[in-house]
């Protein structure tokens, strides 16, 4: 994975960093005597824009290393494809707050979507003519099965 991601360990950078042509800004400026004020001082400015976008190139760079992201998820892996989806749409908010807050937004989500699917198998259990939680159990493992030999 992080052989995809361009990421060199020995020199702690990427192959292509965030902003790649940033520096393309200052290639040809020099500060000589002959430069008037007002010259200095956009120059002055095209340096201060030039550490903006270094500063956030850094910034792009500590949040991929500090939440891991060159590595899977362990989390993800444990997931099944419904709830690998829900996590893949949450990806976008992950830098919104810290990675355990995120962790735990996500597991959140999960037991939520899954809270909801239980109600309605039991809602349809409860349809079905199922009166107790074993009767619906057995319905449920019955339509799971159903299910699964409609499958190929």
């Known amino acids: 994975?992080?052989?995809?991601?361009?990421?060199?360990?020995?020199?702690?950078?990427?192959?292509?960093?965030?902003?790649?042509?940033?520096?393309?800004?200052l290639a040809d400026m020099e500060f000589k005597d002959t430069d008037t004020n007002a010259d200095r001082e956009l120059k002055l400015r095209v340096l201060h824009v030039y550490a903006n976008r270094l500063d956030e190139r850094k910034r792009r760079k500590n949040f991929v290393l500090e939440r891991n992201l060159l590595y899977p998820d362990p989390f993800e892996k444990g997931l099944a494809p419904e709830e690998r989806e829900v996590y893949k749409r949450f990806k976008v908010f992950m830098r919104f707050h810290s990675s355990e807050e995120h962790k735990e937004l996500l597991k959140n989500i999960i037991e939520e979507q899954q809270i909801v699917k239980r109600i309605l198998d039991l809602q349809e259990a409860r349809t079905a003519g199922c009166r107790t939680a074993s009767e619906a159990s057995r319905y449920l493992k019955r339509r799971g099965r159903r299910k699964r030999k409609k499958v190929p």
Request: glycine fraction near 4%; proline fraction near 0%.
């Open 1 to 25: 994975m992080t052989e995809l991601s361009g990421y060199n360990f020995k020199r702690q950078e990427f192959e292509i960093e965030y902003d790649n042509d940033a520096e393309q800004i």
